[in-house]
């Protein structure tokens, strides 16, 4: 079965990155985008930027463009978002999520990254 | 204005129906895009319930009931998740989502309340 587990919580200071990872299964990694989004705390969901396994190639939306990375290791199925110079605005939880024609199905079960000085 | 927006909240009874809209911003027709329907419970990550883009070109997400559908209201420009016979096990909060102009856009949410 498709899963897309990630890991766990992370607490940084102001200024610093983040690094999260999604390690998939149950599917040819390569053959969907995937998908981050973040929700902090009783609020909606936003998206950040998708990546394509299969070449490398990503889209970042507007918020998050000069600050977001998103890479990913074939050998281990495993895709990775990067987030620099996080502020307390950027505490929330983190979720991964696999991409297929236009939209999402299969989340990650959410990372909580929280910015605290 | 937001590009998707939905009610932020709705009621109903256990066995009625509750019908949630997502409206397009003016200007964005509905017609073309294909519409994500998403349920999302306190502390669990969101659920995939259907994608509509036409009776068509549908597609139910795995295990989902068929009690949950998916709809267009061109006249509204809006897409509508129906939910026939709620359940308690519906109490949740519910996002709609689009590709629009070479990004994804999520609803404001919904959040239902079965009393």
């Known amino acids: 079965q498709v899963q897309l587990v990630q890991s766990g919580a992370e607490t940084k200071k102001p200024g610093a990155s983040v690094m999260v990872s999604c390690k998939t299964s149950?599917?040819?990694?390569?053959?969907?985008?995937i998908n981050w989004m973040r929700q902090a705390t009783g609020q909606g969901l936003e998206w950040m930027g998708w990546?394509?396994?299969?070449?490398?190639?990503?889209g970042y939306a507007q918020k998050f463009q000069g600050r977001v990375t998103m890479t990913r290791d074939t050998s281990t199925d495993t895709a990775y978002m990067e987030l620099s110079n996080l502020t307390f605005d950027d505490t929330a939880v983190y979720f991964c999520?696999?991409?297929?024609?236009?939209?999402?199905?299969?989340w990650g079960q959410g990372t909580l990254v929280t910015v605290s000085s | 204005q937001a590009v998707l927006t939905q009610p932020a909240s709705l009621s109903a009874s256990p066995g009625a129906s509750a019908s949630l809209t997502c409206t397009l911003r003016?200007?964005?027709?509905?017609?073309?895009?294909?519409i994500y329907w998403y349920q999302q419970k306190p502390g669990s990550p969101p659920r995939f319930l259907l994608r509509?883009?036409?009776?068509?070109?549908?597609?139910?997400g795995s295990g989902v009931p068929s009690r949950f559908s998916g709809s267009k209201d061109a006249s509204a420009n809006a897409g509508i998740l129906l939910i026939s016979g709620l359940q308690s096990e519906d109490e949740a909060d519910y996002y709609c989502?689009?590709?629009?102009?070479?990004?994804?856009?999520f609803g404001t949410g919904t959040k239902v309340t079965v009393l």
């Open positions: 999520a696999r991409g297929i024609n236009r939209g999402c199905d299969f």
């Open positions: 149950g599917y040819t990694f390569t053959s969907n985008d």
């Open positions: 990546m394509s396994p299969r070449s490398g190639y990503t």
């Open positions: 003016s200007g964005i027709n509905v017609g073309p895009y294909i």
């Open positions: 509509y883009q036409s009776d068509s070109d549908k597609q139910q």
């Open positions: 989502l689009i590709w629009h102009n070479g990004a994804y856009v």
